[in-house]
């Protein structure tokens, strides 16, 4: 399945997922069933089952009708992870520096803003000190079930699904703050894209591989340009050890999303921006993940 938040044709916020002839909105499918998707994830095993056992699967309203958002616009938390060695040796060689030996012993990740999300199609703003923005091509996996010490071998019963995510970057800004050995913060702060929807894990076993590593071809494109094609079998730390690695000592919460990082090449900080100048306003960043969608964002 395909879960999705949208605005609907009264212009209220509400949940619900993709059927072929439009949207379904979960509130009206069942009176069980929430509005939105943080609740709806709360209670991610009761309320699935409401709908593969009780639910009219009929759409409520055509698609052009409503204005999808980012499919969970309100998470609890979002940490990003840098997972892909291809990224963090072309980000470290930038600066003259190998990659850190601690990386290959841990997943390493970072807390951004969760309350900065934006939706397939939304406007970004380019922040205001910025000169240099970025994208980044990534992969969200969203946590559905609570959970503390989870282990990696366990960790597919806490997920509901993935998404598309672009970690947008002023690079100029995260330059200078982190000279003072801290993680990015105002570099991150303004914008996080995720989106179209959350696919249900289940639709993409047709591209699982060995060692619980996905085949999903990632592209991002400029103004219609090729600027970026990776794929997510790349990948050195998996999902599960990444969730492993947050849930280390803490609690994961339903509703949390977990960003993979940056897949190789997918930035214009990797190639030197030699590929395309840093994002300017009108332009247009496509990102493309097989079994995932597309997402979409201008730039103003």
């Known amino acids: 399945m395909k879960f999705i938040s949208f605005i609907n044709p009264s212009g209220l916020q509400r949940a619900g997922w993709l059927q072929e002839d439009g949207v379904v909105d979960m509130s009206l499918a069942h009176a069980q069933l929430p509005i939105d998707m943080l609740s709806f994830l709360q209670d991610y095993e ?65 807390f951004s803003n969760h309350s900065s999300f934006k939706g397939d199609k939304e406007n970004i703003k380019r922040p205001s000190k910025c000169q240099k923005l970025d994208f980044e091509l990534e992969i969200a996996c969203i946590i559905s079930k609570n959970g503390m010490n989870i282990k990696a071998e366990e960790a597919e019963e806490y997920i509901a699904g993935y998404s598309i995510l672009n970690d947008w ?68 730390f998996t999902f599960g050890q990444m969730i492993e690695r947050a849930s280390e000592d803490t609690m994961l919460f339903a509703g949390d999303v977990i960003g993979s990082g940056t897949v190789g090449w997918g930035c214009l900080m990797e190639s030197g921006a030699t590929i395309h100048t840093w994002l300017e306003p009108e332009d247009e960043v496509l990102l493309i993940i097989e079994g995932l969608g597309t997402l979409q964002n201008k730039i103003v």
Not at 75 to 93: G, Y
Not at 208 to 220: E, L, S, Y
Request: proline residues 8%; hydrophobic residues 40%.
């Open 46 to 110: 009761v309320n699935i089952e409401i709908i593969k056992n009780s639910v009219n699967q009929d759409a409520h309203y055509p698609l052009d009708k409503v204005q999808l958002i980012a499919p969970i616009p309100n998470p609890n938390s979002f940490r990003d992870f840098i997972a892909f060695e291809t990224h963090l040796k072309n980000a470290t060689a930038r600066f003259g520096d190998p990659v850190p030996d601690v990386w290959y012993e841990m997943p390493i990740f970072y």
């Open 169 to 236: 970057t002023a690079r100029d800004i995260q330059a200078q703050e982190m000279k003072c050995m801290l993680g990015p913060a105002k570099g991150k702060d303004f914008a996080t894209s995720l989106g179209k929807y959350i696919v249900t894990k289940d639709e993409l076993e047709p591209f699982r591989i060995a060692n619980n590593r996905f085949d999903m071809p990632m592209k991002a494109y400029i103004n219609g340009k090729l600027v970026s094609d990776g794929n997510f079998k790349d990948i050195h």
